[in-house]
């Protein structure tokens, strides 16, 4: 699920809170009806508690969740990135050509190389510029 983003509207019932996002993100297979079935499945293994879930999804993904009372929404929270599909992990796989052969990079290692071919152009350029003043 991409990251969700809690919205704070009009004073509220404490125990509210709506989780909204962007229906697509970290996994091709992260939907609506499969986050509330995490949220769902955390709440029956006793991991949270909730008091009911609300799909009011339509352009955006908006997802209300409502707390029991005596249970703290900033702990439900946590709970839900902890222990639910509302935070996922992204792995990135880059494959660029280096040296005439496919290499997988990390994005530091990509920002690296980009960064030291950008520093030899310009070293080139100045050279170039630096040649034409002289000559």
Same mark, same amino acid.
Not at 10 to 27: F, I, K, L, N, Y
Not at 71 to 81: F, G, M, N, P, T
């Given at each position: 699920?991409?990251? !969700?983003?809690?919205?704070?509207?009009?004073?509220?019932?404490?125990?509210?809170?709506?989780?909204? +996002?962007?229906?697509?993100?970290?996994?091709?297979?992260?939907?609506?009806?499969?986050?509330?079935?995490?949220? &769902?499945? !955390?709440?029956?293994?006793?991991?949270?508690?909730?008091?009911?879930?609300?799909?009011? /999804?339509?352009?955006?993904?908006?997802?209300?969740?409502?707390?029991?009372? +005596?249970?703290?929404?900033?702990? #439900?929270?946590?709970?839900?990135?902890?222990?639910?599909?509302?935070?996922?992990?992204?792995?990135?796989?880059?494959?660029?050509?280096?040296?005439?052969?496919?290499? &997988?990079? /990390?994005?530091? &290692?990509?920002?690296?190389?980009?960064?030291?071919? #950008?520093?030899?152009?310009?070293? #080139?350029?100045?050279?170039?510029?630096?040649?034409?003043?002289?000559?």
């Amino acid at each position: 699920m991409p990251t !969700a983003k809690q919205r704070q509207g009009p004073r509220q019932d404490p125990r509210e809170r709506r989780v909204h +996002g962007p229906d697509q993100g970290a996994s091709a297979t992260t939907t609506t009806d499969s986050l509330i079935a995490s949220i &769902e499945d !955390a709440a029956r293994k006793g991991k949270l508690k909730v008091k009911s879930i609300n799909d009011f /999804t339509s352009e955006e993904v908006e997802i209300e969740i409502k707390c029991p009372q +005596g249970v703290d929404a900033e702990k #439900l929270v946590d709970a839900l990135y902890a222990f639910t599909d509302c935070e996922v992990t992204i792995t990135s796989r880059i494959v660029v050509i280096k040296e005439n052969r496919p290499v &997988e990079l /990390t994005v530091s &290692e990509v920002l690296r190389e980009n960064t030291g071919q #950008l520093v030899r152009l310009l070293k #080139l350029e100045l050279e170039l510029k630096q040649r034409q003043l002289r000559g």
